[in-house]
């Protein structure tokens, strides 16, 4: 799914708000979390994840064309950890 069907699907299941309201919402949570995870938080939401910030320390590369070594430097990563009740839906529907 991505954002703009999950706007299209709020709009549908909420006739009483206008599409450009349900995507003000969406764009307002989207927005809080992007900010939170900037400053080093952590977005919880329950029964389906967790959002938190890694650090990667820098490393030696390769550049996979000429096989140079290549400086890659430091930066940090979102990381997702599924809630409890999300793996057990997902893990419901498969049983083999």
């Known amino acids: 799914m991505i954002k703009s069907e999950l706007i299209e699907k709020l709009a ?8 450009g309201e349900v995507e003000r919402v969406v764009n307002v949570i989207l927005n809080g979390m992007t900010d939170a995870l900037s400053q080093g938080g ?17 490393r030696a590369g390769r550049n996979p064309r000429t096989g140079e070594a290549v400086d890659v430097p ?4 979102p990381f997702f950890k599924s809630g409890k009740e ?3 839906r997902l893990n419901a529907s498969g049983d083999a």
Do not use: C, M, Q
């Open 12 to 19: 549908a299941e909420n006739r009483h708000l206008t599409h």
């Open 42 to 58: 952590r977005v919880e939401i329950r029964g389906f994840g967790a959002f938190s910030v890694r650090d990667r320390p820098a």
């Open 74 to 77: 430091a930066k940090s990563v």
């Open 86 to 88: 999300l793996r057990e």
